[in-house]
């Protein structure tokens, strides 16, 4: 078996990336992206799957917003603001204790 190596996608299921879209956009978010019924009619992940294993330019179209959704997250995250560490000031609680 040969080696995906410069496939993201490589060892996902579809069922994965259904689910992971849903828990980051939902599917109202997914239905404006990609229009199709199965995310703007009745939406569910089971009958988005049946309709995506059927259709490869509706999977296709999925999958690249999964690659866009993931590499937004991930680039937030990196940029994403860390509050400074500020060491504790133990001189205040030994002053405490001594009064």
């Known amino acids: 078996m040969t080696e995906q190596q410069n496939n993201p996608l490589h060892g996902l299921t579809l069922q994965f990336i259904l689910e992971t879209l849903e828990k980051q956009l939902g599917f109202e978010t997914m239905g404006q992206q990609v229009k199709i019924n199965c995310f703007t009619s009745e939406p569910s992940i089971k009958s988005s799957l049946k309709f995506l294993r059927k259709t490869p330019w509706a999977r296709e179209k999925v999958e690249q917003l ?28 030994d002053a405490d204790k001594n009064t």
């Open 66 to 93: 999964y690659l866009s959704t993931i590499k937004t997250s991930a680039s937030q995250k990196v940029n994403k603001p860390r509050e400074a560490f500020v060491w504790p000031d133990i001189t205040k609680d």
